[in-house]
């Protein structure tokens, strides 16, 4: 009994001592679990900015995930791009719970025009030395507006109490082409814009769209258009440590101080979506596809020409479907051809030929309205396709149309109406020479030997023949 009294009072004492800790464990571990080590997404962006760069981006932000994501990082160097992928790059930055930062390295780079805006939008725009950014015309503006005398840039500078020039600013510059005006004035709102909400310069941003004036990085800095100059991203991660950055309203403090990083790279459908979307691939793709599906309908049957003529136009509409496509260019191609089909059908002494390869050119040059320098279809890929559609659909289809007149040489249909000689005499059946071959034959008039017999019908093996008329004497 008094055995059994102690071993209660220690089972007390026990779970009275033991009972805080095993209480205490669970709220370790929790804090464990709900801190786990952040890291750095590093995406890039290099070339010309189009579908396939706005896809790999978006899709690459939906991934960070803000528990475990402490920054996305991404490497810009960038002549510019398309205006509808930019701003799709723009509104998923504006839209990402995590804060992302554009790094324009390594010395030497740029971020131009299209680049210039993703940068203003980042949370932090960073450069590297030896790099600039601006630039940020829409291309669209006729060069001839950017001259001398221009009055977008024909403005007097003055001091900005630094020892630097800035432009005065006019207040309602004067641009002779209304469609011109309405595509600067919507860049300078939506630049402004993008300044104002990341507390950058502002009037800097509408110069390098009005004027397409631009800054080297130490520039760029005393103008506080960037936030941040850094030899490289360890220096970069150094400078950001301890950084406040508005996220979607909210303040947050960057800790990227032993900051793990994770390259995320295209993938297969980024990869194919970049070739597709070159505008010479895509104008390749659209015109196999038209020649396949033209075979096809010409010799059914063949299958091999539609269905890869099917394949080539589906992958075209589809990089169309994400292309700044002139329609009408598109349609002076369908036209065009049309017009060489039926020079191959209806000769017209080239009229409509020459027709069709004028509006076929004419159709080429203007159906990519991208305005990109770079970004267009090859002038060379155009002479060239040009002549292989000539050839192929007015001569080719041609002598092919031409050649179904021509009498039947083979076969069955050919025997009809032929001429063969007698090798026997006979009344009813014998046997006959036709084309090297002897054949059984059948008349209903009796036949001499040597005589000359017309095959009027087959039967089975067996020729349905009849003598040969003698001419009547007039």
């Given at each position: 009994?008094?055995?059994m009294r102690?071993?209660?009072v220690?089972?007390t004492m026990y779970?009275?001592l ?5 209480a ?13 080590p ?15 760069t706005?896809?790999?981006i978006t899709?690459?932000?939906?991934k960070?995930?803000p ?11 960038t002549?510019g ?5 930019m701003?799709?790059i723009?509104k998923?930055?504006i ?9 324009v ?8 025009s299209a680049?210039t ?10 450069m590297a030395p030896a ?5 940020a ?7 001839g507006r950017?001259g001398?005398d ?8 003055v ?12 207040q309602?510059?004067q ?10 004035n919507d ?5 402004r814009?993008l300044?104002e ?9 509408e110069?390098?769209?009005r004027?397409?004036a ?11 258009v ?16 301890g950084r ?5 309203g909210?303040?947050?403090?960057l800790?990227?101080?032993?900051l793990l ?6 993938d297969?459908r980024?990869r194919?979506?970049?070739?597709i979307?070159?505008p ?14 033209i075979?096809e ?5 063949a299958v091999?020409?539609?269905?890869v003529?099917a394949?080539c136009l ?5 990089a169309?479907?994400v292309?700044?496509i002139?329609y009408?260019?598109?349609?002076l191609?369908i ?7 039926a020079?191959?059908?209806a000769?017209?002494f ?9 509006s076929?050119?004419i ?17 060379g ?17 041609g ?6 007149k021509?009498?039947?040489v ?11 000689t ?7 059946e014998?046997r006959?020479?036709?084309h090297?071959e002897?054949w059984?034959a ?7 030997q040597?005589e000359?017999?017309?095959v009027?019908?087959?039967?089975g093996?067996?020729?349905?023949v009849?003598?040969e008329?003698?001419e009547?004497?007039?």
């Amino acid at each position: 009994m008094i055995k059994m009294r102690i071993f209660s009072v220690l089972l007390t004492m026990y779970l009275t001592l033991a009972m805080p800790a095993l209480a205490k464990d669970p709220v370790q571990q929790d804090n464990i679990t709900s801190h786990p080590p952040h890291m750095a997404l590093m995406l890039q962006i290099e070339g010309i900015i189009g579908p396939a760069t706005a896809d790999y981006i978006t899709r690459s932000l939906k991934k960070a995930d803000p528990a475990t994501t402490e920054l996305i990082l991404i490497r810009m160097d960038t002549p510019g791009g398309l205006d509808l992928s930019m701003r799709e790059i723009i509104k998923k930055i504006i839209a990402s719970p995590v804060p992302v930062i554009t790094y324009v390295a390594p010395g030497g780079s740029r971020a131009a025009s299209a680049g210039t805006y993703i940068l203003y939008a980042s949370h932090i725009a960073a450069m590297a030395p030896a790099t600039n950014l601006g630039a940020a015309t829409p291309i669209q503006m006729s060069p001839g507006r950017l001259g001398k005398d221009n009055p977008l840039t024909d403005k007097p500078d003055v001091d900005d109490g630094s020892g630097g020039k800035v432009e005065k600013k006019t207040q309602h510059p004067q641009i002779e082409d209304p469609m011109n005006r309405k595509m600067i004035n919507d860049a300078v709102a939506y630049i402004r814009g993008l300044a104002e909400m990341r507390g950058r310069n502002a009037d800097w941003a509408e110069q390098a769209v009005r004027s397409a004036a631009s800054l080297s990085a130490e520039e760029a800095l005393k103008k506080g258009v960037i936030d941040i100059i850094a030899r490289d991203e360890a220096d970069l991660f150094q400078q950001l440590d301890g950084r406040r950055v508005d996220i979607l309203g909210m303040q947050k403090t960057l800790h990227t101080s032993g900051l793990l990083t994770q390259e995320i790279e295209p993938d297969w459908r980024n990869r194919l979506l970049e070739v597709i979307t070159n505008p010479n691939i895509a104008y390749i793709l659209m015109l196999i596809g038209i020649y396949g599906l033209i075979f096809e309908f010409s010799n059914p049957g063949a299958v091999l020409p539609g269905t890869v003529g099917a394949i080539c136009l589906l992958l075209a509409l589809f990089a169309f479907q994400v292309l700044p496509i002139n329609y009408a260019g598109f349609a002076l191609i369908i036209f065009g051809i049309a017009l060489m089909t039926a020079e191959a059908f209806a000769p017209s002494f080239g009229v409509l030929g020459l027709g069709g390869v004028a509006s076929f050119v004419i159709g080429s040059v203007i159906l990519i309205d991208t305005g990109v320098p770079g970004y267009g279809i090859d002038m060379g890929l155009i002479a060239g396709f040009t002549v292989i559609t000539a050839l192929l659909f007015i001569l080719t289809l041609g002598l092919v149309f031409k050649a179904r007149k021509n009498p039947v040489v083979a076969g069955k249909e050919e025997m009809l109406g032929a001429m063969a000689t007698a090798l026997e005499d006979f009344e009813r059946e014998g046997r006959v020479r036709i084309h090297s071959e002897i054949w059984n034959a059948r008349s209903d008039r009796p036949v001499q030997q040597g005589e000359r017999l017309k095959v009027q019908a087959i039967d089975g093996l067996t020729l349905i023949v009849h003598p040969e008329e003698s001419e009547v004497q007039t």
